[in-house]
């Protein structure tokens, strides 16, 4: 049986004092692995709470270009069985800017082109049988609604712009066989005409080149 003078030495003393430091290391380290994998199981949750919403955000962005696409445009003016011929000569359109019809052998540039001077619309509207969207303006026009409607058409290939000072309304937008007229760029049947009708079903020759035609 040990002696109180045993119990009481500098010995017991430091081992006593060593393993209280042992069991303090063990708990610390214990609770560091319990933080390291509530941490983990948190980043978990939130990749996969975050991918949740990333996938649920992607398919509500994929459902509202799609209603886009088959919702009509309000106020949409359509022509049906338009002529397609290639002609030489000036044409004499029933609608001002032209949705189609006889045009030009080349097409205007429509590769995200923004015009500043007005062009031929015989060449544009072989771009609409193209499958773009023409933006058209007058001097009605707000220089705003023309900035922000010209910065849409310089990142949107497929598309083009240019002013037309003899048409009846401020901002219209042409596709072939289509034609809206809208009150602002920033009227929501702007981006449902781009999104519908950039190569858009109603394109006669869908994948034609926009680029190698006339830049002006």
Known sequence: MASAKNQNSPASARRAKLEEARRKERARER???IITISAAVAVVAALVAGGGYL???ADEQDKA???AKTSPVTGERSWDKLERNHVEKPVDYPMNPPVGGDHSPVWMNCDADVYTEAIPKENAVHSLEHGAVWVT???KAKGADVDALAER????PYSLMSPVADQKDPLVLSA???QVTVKSA???RVGQFFTKYVQGAQTPEPGAACSGGIAK
């Open 31 to 33: 609770r560091s692995r």
């Open 55 to 57: 996938m649920s955000a």
């Open 65 to 67: 270009e799609e209603q």
């Open 137 to 139: 303006y007058n001097e």
């Open 153 to 156: 058409v310089s990142k949107t």
């Open 176 to 178: 072939w066989g289509k």
């Open 186 to 188: 920033t009227d929501a």
